[in-house]
């Protein structure tokens, strides 16, 4: 392995590391809060799916000789935002997050299980992501609002660096965030204690606890984004560059990482897609063969990261939340506008698309379970009775 160690494979590494943290850090750390943790527990959290995203790549690179790369789930962050609190607390939240789990680890072993999500039509899981990422995407005019020499200065810096670099537009937005905080806020007078004791950080365990509403209104619509919008695309790219690595496997593993960082606060861990691509790309290295050694040093620079988490996480509640929160908005404007597409591009699912997406953008909420559930359901429900239509109205011109 050692003689397959390259500068470029070191230097994409830590490019990937870098994109794959800071584009959607905020996310991650809003969408903890916004289920019920409180600062240490979202710290520690953090750390956990830093850890978990880390020892889960290098795993899987070394393991397959492949650039496979391991993310914290950022629809499924936005997921949990749009939740919002779970009753119960955030231990519920928690038990979600394993049932979430496991229900990906069985997509990976068991293949009649995985064949039938493949089977959810992908209009309507995109409509539901859509819907959740929607309301998130209005943040960053909302800091405008809120403030325009706070606000302005961060979507300034997403859409210049983005004209020359999508890549980097998220970093670039995050860091004119971190310089917007510095030279613009009246800081606390004990800001420095508080994040000199922010490291290391502190370990909050959870004691999982479940309940129907949270299975029904968060632990299937996380399973179904982190599958949908992170894993199977996160093959693809794989497939793309010619790496025919195993499905199962791949999703098990992921699922097993996430259920063991769980209790820890950790909301999953998936196959990575843009930053899979970054990895599996010639800038990684000419020779397919080596470009694996990316991913294992994205994999170590994630574990690294985990230990100043804390300091992240106790900077950010220093600054006014909008401004995390339109960050966050940023982060999410791509992934928006490619699940909008997929959502509404396919004619016959148009119309179940839409009622997916507004029940999922809605807010609303029946029995204690949030609206992306039901517009799942509703959207399924559709194209179902669409489908039945079309085979008796096909039998009655039969005869």
């Known amino acids: 392995m050692l003689k397959q160690f390259s500068p470029q494979a070191l230097f994409m590494g830590l490019l990937v590391a870098f994109?794959?943290?800071?584009?959607?850090?905020?996310?991650?750390?809003?969408?903890?809060?916004?289920?019920?943790?409180?600062?240490?527990?979202?710290?520690?959290?953090l750390m956990a799916l830093f850890i978990a995203m880390g020892l889960g790549g290098i795993y899987l690179a070394q393991k397959y000789r492949m650039p496979i790369s391991v993310a914290w789930s950022t629809p499924g962050a936005a997921l949990l935002i749009n939740s919002g609190p779970v009753e119960g607390g955030f231990g519920v939240a928690i038990g979600a997050f394993l049932i979430s789990s496991l229900l990906v680890i069985m997509a990976g072993y068991i293949k009649p299980f995985g064949h039938l999500i493949n089977k959810t039509p992908h209009a309507i899981a995109n409509a539901?992501?859509?819907?959740?990422?929607?309301?998130?995407?209005?943040?960053p005019f909302k800091a405008i609002a809120f403030n325009p020499a706070l606000g302005l200065p961060i979507v300034l810096a997403w859409l210049i660096v983005g004209r020359f670099n999508k890549v980097l537009a998220v970093p670039a937005a995050l860091i004119a965030f971190i310089i917007v905080v510095v030279l613009a806020i009246e800081l606390p007078a004990d800001s420095g204690a508080q994040l000199a004791a922010a490291f290391p950080p502190k370990l909050a365990w959870v004691t999982p606890q479940f309940s129907l509403p949270a299975l029904i209104g968060l632990a299937l619509p996380l399973f179904f984004v982190n599958m949908a919008s992170q894993n199977i695309p996160g093959l693809t790219v794989l497939r793309v560059h010619k790496y025919d690595a195993p499905a199962g496997d791949l999703f098990s593993s992921t699922g097993i990482f996430s259920?063991?960082?769980?209790?820890?606060?950790?909301?999953?861990?998936?196959?990575a897609a843009i930053t899979a691509a970054m990895c599996a790309s010639e800038e990684a290295h000419p020779d397919p063969q080596k470009r694996y050694w990316a991913a294992i040093i994205a994999g170590i620079a994630y574990v690294l990261l985990?230990?100043?988490?804390?300091?992240?996480?106790?900077?950010?509640?220093?600054?006014?939340?909008?401004?995390?929160?339109?960050?966050?908005g940023l982060a999410l404007i791509g992934a928006f506008a490619a699940s909008a597409k997929?959502?509404?591009?396919?004619?016959?699912?148009?119309?179940?698309?839409?009622v997916t997406f507004l029940i999922s953008a809605s807010g609303v909420s029946f029995f204690g379970v949030a609206g992306a559930f039901w517009g799942l359901l509703a959207g399924i429900f559709i194209v179902f009775a669409n489908n039945m239509m079309k085979r008796y109205n096909a039998k009655s011109e039969n005869k």
């Open 342 to 354: 997929g959502a509404f591009e396919a004619e016959d699912h148009r119309e179940a698309a839409a």
């Open 128 to 139: 539901m992501l859509a819907g959740i990422l929607v309301i998130l995407c209005f943040a």
């Open 306 to 328: 985990g230990l100043i988490a804390g300091v992240a996480a106790t900077f950010i509640t220093l600054a006014p939340s909008i401004l995390i929160e339109a960050v966050a």
């Open 259 to 271: 259920l063991l960082a769980a209790p820890f606060g950790a909301h999953g861990v998936t196959l």
């Open 19 to 45: 994109v794959g943290s800071a584009s959607s850090f905020a996310v991650v750390l809003q969408g903890l809060r916004a289920v019920g943790a409180t600062e240490d527990q979202a710290s520690t959290g």
